[in-house]
C-alpha cells in the first residue's frame, strides 16, 4: 500500500477537499496531509503510478477543475502545468478538483 511522506509544514494549512475521478465517476473527501493518489486509491480508483515522489511522471493526470499544491522538486515540466496536469503522488488540493481519471 502506498502512503506518502507528509511534510507537517506543508500541510498544516489544508483543509478537506472533495477530489471527482471524473472517468471514474467516484467522489472522495481527501483528508489534510493525503495525496490525490492515496485518496483515489483509497476510494478504489485505479491510477497509475510508480515512484511516489514525484521522479517519474506515472501518475500524471489533468487536473481540469480545483488548485492543486505539488511537492518540490518534482518531474512535472512547466509546459505540463501549463496543460493542467499535475502529479497525483505529490499532489494535495487546496480546493475542491475533478481529476480527469
Known amino acids: 500500500e502506498f ?3 507528509a511534510d507537517s509544514a506543508q500541510t498544516a494549512a489544508l483543509k478537506p477537499q472533495l477530489a471527482r475521478f471524473k472517468t471514474s465517476g467516484v467522489e472522495v473527501e481527501v483528508v489534510p ?3 490525490l493518489l492515496e485518496a483515489g486509491l483509497r476510494a478504489g480508483v485505479e ?3 510508480s515512484c511516489t515522489v514525484g521522479g517519474c511522471g506515472h501518475c ?3 487536473v481540469s477543475v480545483g488548485e492543486v499544491q505539488l511537492d518540490e522538486p518534482n518531474c512535472l515540466t512547466a509546459e505540463e502545468r501549463a496543460q493542467g496536469f499535475q ?3 505529490v499532489g494535495r488540493p487546496l480546493s475542491a478538483v475533478v481529476v480527469d481519471a
Open 47 to 49: 491510477l497509475e503510478y
Open 60 to 62: 500524471k493526470q489533468s
Open 87 to 89: 502529479l497525483l503522488c
Open 33 to 35: 496531509g493525503e495525496t
Open 3 to 5: 502512503t506518502a511522506a
